[in-house]
């Protein structure tokens, strides 16, 4: 079966019309989850060597410089439903970066898979790990993030909007704003935080979250939390450790968290004081 133009491709799926209007990430490529999308008869790293068709296997490998990859420069979008079990880099060295999952496409970045090697490894990692300059721009678009230590990490200086995505079932945060970095995120559920079972370490208590919150916000950093479900956490909701900046939130739902929200949360547009 050929392959059909990349072009074409982008074109058909509507990338362009939902990518940020705002800095768009140049060089766009696609990644593969579990269906073989241009029949080329590979999959995952088989997918990723061979050559320069802007189809990938795995995310890491579309994100990187060899064969045709967006070199931290690019956006990559997950065109095939699946189980993606790899942790992300994300430097923006040589530009804006978006990974998203195409319209109805369930992208599951997981650090479980049954019966490969590493699991108790990757349990102990973040899954996304976000470490960009202040003048790039990072999106992460309807991606399912499930059983890391950390779903996503965002730290450095990075400027990061996360829309849309599930983040469930990771041990110690959700997401984990550290840095002088800034996350906007919205329309994003972030539960069961801190009950993942399974979790491998050095001692008796290695499934006991530290702390099993939601969405963290620490060191300068700062940040908009918005349109979000955070429910069912083991500690914290939304919890603004931050010194000296501001986390913004609006029309959240936090629900059957030990402490819904926790430190200086300002509403965005508050109606004033009567």
């Known amino acids: 079966m050929a392959k059909r133009p990349l072009l074409l491709l982008m074109v058909t799926l509507g990338v ?3 990518l940020p209007q705002a800095g768009l990430a140049n060089h766009p490529v696609l990644v ?5 999308f241009d029949g080329d008869g590979l999959l995952g790293v088989d997918e990723d060597t061979d050559g320069s068709d802007g189809v990938f ?7 990187g410089a060899d064969n045709g990859g967006v070199n931290q420069n ?6 095939t439903s699946g189980r993606f079990v790899e942790q992300i880099n994300i430097t923006g060295a ?3 970066v978006v990974i998203q999952a195409a319209p109805g496409v369930d992208a599951n970045i997981d650090a479980v898979l049954s019966g490969l090697s ?3 490894e990757r349990q102990n990692q973040p899954g996304i790990i976000v470490d960009a300059p202040a003048n790039r721009r990072i999106v992460l678009r309807h991606l399912n993030i499930r059983n890391w230590l950390v779903g996503i990490q965002v730290q450095g200086e990075s400027q990061v ?3 849309g995505c599930y983040i469930e079932h990771n041990l110690n945060y959700g997401v984990r704003v550290m840095g002088r970095s800034n996350a906007t995120i919205g329309k994003c559920t972030i539960d069961s935080t801190g009950f993942r079972k399974g979790a491998a370490g050095d001692s008796p208590d290695v499934d006991r979250p530290r702390p099993g919150t939601g969405i963290s916000f620490e060191n300068a950093s700062g940040g908009l939390v918005a349109n979000s479900k955070v429910v069912g956490n083991f500690f914290g909701g939304i919890v603004n450790r931050a010194i000296g900046s501001t986390v913004f939130t609006e029309t959240n739902l936090l629900y059957n968290n030990p402490a819904n929200s926790v430190g200086r949360l300002l509403l965005l547009n508050q109606p004033p004081r009567r």
Not at 32 to 36: F, L, N
Not at 57 to 63: E, F, M, P, R, V
């Open 32 to 36: 593969e989850g579990e269906s073989d």
């Open 161 to 163: 909007v996360i829309e």
């Open 57 to 63: 296997g795995t995310i890491a490998a579309a994100l």
């Open 118 to 120: 590493g699991n108790a």
């Open 16 to 18: 362009i019309t939902f």
């Open 94 to 96: 040589n530009g804006n």
């Open 74 to 79: 690019g956006s990559v979008t997950i065109v």
